[in-house]
């Protein structure tokens, strides 16, 4: 069965550059949520989008945004990157809005530098 | 098998044993559940999901227990094998919400052959 894809699975940047991670979610799901995972630590929500408009919103930084796109793909863009940046970075998709079965990709990595 | 009432950050199990993961969930109003197993650098896995209108659901060789009175989740699994050896998250969602999860500390398991 088809999963969630994440794009790319690892990033390098250095401080203040900009970075956009993608996440394409399973076919016929319409929710997408994004969730940082630091070293040793649970996965935090950032920002969900259902039927390509944002749904919720937690604790993502004025310096990242995202977007779902028409064919439910979304995209994190991250600029004026910290070296507290570093982590995992989850995508989740889901159908109907509500998280139900929740699925998660194998994430990116993103190390600043 | 090993049997633990509180949270513990890691859980050692000997191979066929049963272990048992414990997870204690925030807000009363989460009304819906959901297990994850994750390995190392990999994004976590759906294992076994439960609504607040139940207390018991089994699925292959896990077996998830809900007690809404002292709003704890347990996570249940028959004969460990070594391929069990991973970190375990709890995630509560309230349904009819957003569908953001919010994880609970995680769980090392570890089996030893």
């Known amino acids: 069965a088809a999963g969630v894809i994440q794009s790319p699975r690892h990033l390098i940047k250095e401080k203040r550059e900009t970075a956009t991670l993608k996440c394409y979610p399973i076919p016929r799901h319409d929710t997408v949520y994004w969730y940082q995972q630091g070293p040793g630590q649970d996965p935090q929500f950032l920002i969900s989008f259902y039927e390509k408009m944002q749904s919720d919103k937690g604790s993502i930084p004025d310096r990242f945004s995202a977007q779902q796109f028409s064919d439910y793909h979304s995209e994190l863009n991250m600029s004026s990157l910290e070296l507290g940046d570093s982590a995992l970075y989850f995508c989740?998709?889901?159908?109907?809005?509500?998280?139900?079965?929740?699925?998660f990709g194998p994430g990116t990595r993103l190390t600043v530098t | 098998g090993e049997s633990v009432g509180l949270h513990l950050p890691t859980l050692s199990v000997q191979e066929g044993d049963n272990s048992i993961i414990n997870c204690a969930y925030s807000n009363s109003a989460s009304d819906y559940f959901i297990w994850y197993k994750q390995e190392s650098g990999k994004g976590p896995q759906f294992i076994i999901d439960i609504r607040s209108n139940m207390d018991k659901r089994q699925g292959q060789r896990v077996t998830v227990l809900l007690n809404k009175t002292v709003k704890h989740l347990s996570l249940q699994i028959a004969a460990t094998q070594p391929g069990d050896s991973a970190v375990y998250f709890c995630?509560?969602?309230?349904?009819?919400?957003?569908?953001?999860?919010?994880f609970g500390q995680g769980t090392t398991l570890q089996v030893k052959p």
């Open positions: 989740a998709s889901s159908y109907g809005g509500q998280g139900d079965e929740q699925y």
């Open positions: 995630a509560e969602n309230i349904s009819g919400n957003t569908g953001k999860l919010i």
